[in-house]
């Protein structure tokens, strides 16, 4: 079967889709997506424009948070006309990380009904933990695929919004089912389907502050290996 | 060569980037993400993948030549290494990385040294390989064919 022109293929253009539940809005919403890695950038920005986001992509934590208009300084753009329906970010960046900007964005009074939707190729239950606590709505395993992006219009906040309390601690079931719980050498050939595993043995290191040894607890630790 | 052979030598050459273990389930992603409103999405960002690659190996090859390797910093490279890898579906390259964050871990220069060949290796080898399938590609849509979809259970 042809790939091209075979399938009536979904382009940005487009308002409703058929994946589209809880949107009842034909104007698109509005992405901020947050990530340092120049390739990882246009695959999130492809995923969202497909999947009819309007999409701003941006390099780093410092710049998200100047575009949100919340560094202090004069932005030169007029950040209230660019409404912003949901910030997705990398966990790990240099300088800012993707949980230092969740905490910010979080911890301010004009941006924490934003929902702030957490990627990651660490897949490890401590880190997973920290950023629900902290109030991200989820915790996607990276590489991203398209089915965690249609998942994203659930968080949208002009979209259906179930009493948080309640879905967080669904959610952090949800998310601790397909965790790591124990340390293999070398992952097995992935499925489509699978969530890949995190492979680093869970020993304190001198590492960097995105290595998933380090701030882990013990008893998570324990948890993890049990 | 007539167009039926040309997709059929596409789609086994293909095929056989996914049974060798190169390229995983994430490059049929990247695949579904390309239409007519964007026919070159896969081949922009393995573009980009190459580049950042490129500068990545360059940057990892001087840290490790440190006469003291600040394994911090390679463990940056290679993260971001993995990262980028697993983001296009270069399953092999992926894999290295997370044997070398390991050895990076015990600080085991000697050993680190043999994944960062190995990753160099295992960069070069898909590279050749994508390239030349972008070529066939490129072959099939200039005699006016369309690329035949890869069935993800087929691997």
């Known amino acids: 079967m042809a790939r091209n022109g075979a399938f009536s293929r979904r382009r940005a253009s487009e308002g409703a889709d058929w994946f589209d539940l809880c949107q009842a809005n034909v104007e698109e919403a509005h992405v901020l997506?947050?990530?340092?890695?120049?390739?990882?950038?246009?695959?999130?920005?492809?995923?969202?424009?497909?999947?009819?986001?309007?999409?701003?992509?941006?390099?780093?934590?410092?710049?998200?948070?100047q575009f949100l208009g919340l560094d202090g300084e004069k932005s030169h753009v007029d950040f209230h006309s660019l409404k912003v329906d949901l910030i997705i970010t990398d966990y790990c960046m240099p300088g800012m990380t993707g949980y230092e900007l969740l905490k910010r964005i979080k911890g301010s009074s004009a941006l924490r009904e934003i929902p702030v939707v957490v990627m990651s190729s660490e897949n490890v239950v401590a880190r997973i933990d920290r950023c629900l606590e902290?109030?991200?709505?989820?915790?996607?395993?990276?590489?991203?695929?398209?089915?965690?992006?249609?998942?994203?219009?659930?968080?949208?906040?002009?979209?259906?919004?179930?009493?948080s309390g309640g879905k967080n601690h669904q959610k952090r079931k949800q998310l601790h089912g397909s965790a790591t719980s124990s340390w293999s050498p070398l992952p097995s050939v992935s499925s489509s389907r699978s969530r890949s595993r995190s492979q680093s043995p869970l020993v304190d290191t001198p590492a960097a502050p995105c290595s998933p040894s380090s701030l882990e607890s013990p008893t998570r630790r324990l948890r993890m290996t049990s | 060569m007539e167009l039926?052979?040309?997709?059929?030598?596409?789609?086994?050459?293909?095929?056989?980037?996914?049974?060798?273990?190169?390229?995983?389930?994430?490059?049929?992603?990247?695949?579904?993400l390309q239409d007519e409103s964007n026919p070159g999405f896969v081949g922009e960002v393995v573009s980009l993948f190459f580049d950042d690659s490129e500068k990545l190996l360059n940057e990892l090859t001087s840290a490790m030549d440190q006469q003291i390797v600040d394994f911090r910093k390679v463990?940056?490279?290679?993260?971001?290494?993995?990262?980028?890898?697993?983001?296009?579906?270069?399953?092999?390259i992926k894999n290295v990385c997370i044997l070398f964050r390991n050895y990076i871990e015990e600080q085991n220069i000697e050993a680190c040294l043999r994944c960062l060949q190995q990753v160099?290796?295992?960069?070069?080898?898909?590279?050749?390989k994508l390239e030349t399938l972008f070529r066939l590609e490129q072959q099939v849509l200039a005699a006016g064919g369309s690329i035949p979809a890869i069935e993800v259970t087929s691997f």
């Open chain 2, 4 to 32: 039926g052979l040309m997709q059929r030598r596409l789609e086994d050459y293909t095929k056989s980037l996914f049974m060798e273990g190169l390229l995983d389930a994430q490059f049929l992603q990247l695949q579904q």
């Open chain 1, 134 to 163: 902290e109030g991200a709505e989820d915790f996607i395993v990276k590489p991203v695929k398209l089915s965690d992006v249609r998942r994203l219009k659930d968080y949208m906040a002009r979209g259906c919004q179930p009493d």
């Open chain 1, 33 to 65: 997506a947050v990530d340092d890695s120049l390739v990882d950038r246009k695959v999130i920005e492809r995923l969202l424009k497909i999947s009819s986001f309007k999409v701003t992509a941006v390099d780093s934590g410092l710049r998200a948070l």
């Open chain 2, 120 to 128: 160099k290796q295992e960069y070069y080898h898909v590279k050749s």
């Open chain 2, 75 to 92: 463990d940056s490279y290679v993260h971001q290494f993995k990262g980028s890898s697993s983001s296009i579906g270069a399953q092999r």
